[in-house]
């Protein structure tokens, strides 16, 4: 199919959220959540940069969490800030592919990182004694290359068959910014292959990652049961943190690529809760419930006060 065809359309646009939502409140919502978030996720990338007791394993990779969770904030939310009190919400043919590309590399690279966190949890209580050999530095490195290959391999797939579909209009899509699932409804053909394969390539590997976490889960619990140590409460403490997070991400994911049955109102609840909510609600669950990161933020927020009064 010639890839011409879909210069029929130059342009999608937005209903976005005000048919159900005050723009008002969701404008003052949307807008602290989304500066909670970046300055929340910053804090942690530069605390744990900083502070050499943080160079472990498990806070590299929630380094590397919160840095994918600030590109989470830039990629979805600014848009749907910017369109809130806009009558005419679009985003050029090429702003949407790139739009999708990025959101889709971002949730492959995170899927990832959790699955590399829980194996982070896993050996930490199972093989304690094991832990530096398993989790070295190059470990850390191979599992980060991996998530950003696979999240890569994740987007670029489903855009190869997507990008050459015929867009001859509508042009409307049901929601405030672009995916799949909405962007291929609008293709002047029969999508229901590609529909497949979007389910497959989203809901059922997010299903199989969130499966796999479980059992992971179940392990470590059988272990902490049967060897109870400080060291294991301690790591125990930290996947408790771990599964909420990973409630937050794969919970939606699951619902809006799987459910059968989408429901325009529930759909766009679900996207807001995760492209705003989660990546600040991440930041938190990670520092209010480690007294390491707490210890460690105040120690970097008085050095910044007091670099600024000598400034």
Known sequence: MDGANHSMVSEFVFLGLTNFWESQLLFVFSFIFCVASMMGN??????????????????FLLANLSFIDLGVSSVISPKMIHDLFRKHKVISFSGCITQIFFIHVI????????????????????????????????????????????????????????????????????????????????????????????????????????????????????????????????ALSTLSTHVMVVILFFGPCIFVYIWPHPTSHLDKFLA???????????????????????????KVCSQFIIYRRIS
Not at 45 to 58: A, E, F, I, K
Not at 171 to 197: I, Q
Not at 277 to 298: C, D, G, H, Q, W
Request: with cysteine; hydrophobic share 55%; charged share 15%.
């Open 272 to 298: 807001v809760f995760d492209a705003v909510l989660t990546p600040f609600l991440n930041s938190i669950i990670y520092t209010f419930r480690n007294k390491e990161m707490k210890v460690a933020m105040r």
């Open 42 to 59: 910053s804090l942690i990338m530069l605390t744990v940069t900083s502070d050499p007791q943080l160079h472990s394993p498990m806070y």
């Open 107 to 234: 949730a492959g690279v995170e899927m990832v990182l959790l699955l590399a966190m829980a194996f982070d949890r896993y050996v930490a209580i199972c093989k304690p004694l094991h832990y530096l050999t398993i989790m070295s530095r190059k470990m850390c490195i191979l599992l980060l290359v991996a998530a950003w290959i696979i999240g890569l391999i994740h987007s670029v797939i489903q855009l190869v068959f997507v990008i050459k579909l015929p867009f001859c209009g509508p042009n409307v899509l049901d929601s405030f910014y672009c995916d799949f699932p909405w962007f291929l409804k609008l293709a002047c053909t029969d999508t229901y292959r590609l529909e497949f394969m979007v389910t497959v390539n989203n809901g059922f590997v997010s299903l199989g990652s969130f499966f796999i976490l479980t059992v992971s889960y179940i392990f470590i619990l059988i272990t902490v049961r049967k060897h109870s140590s400080g060291v294991s409460f301690k």
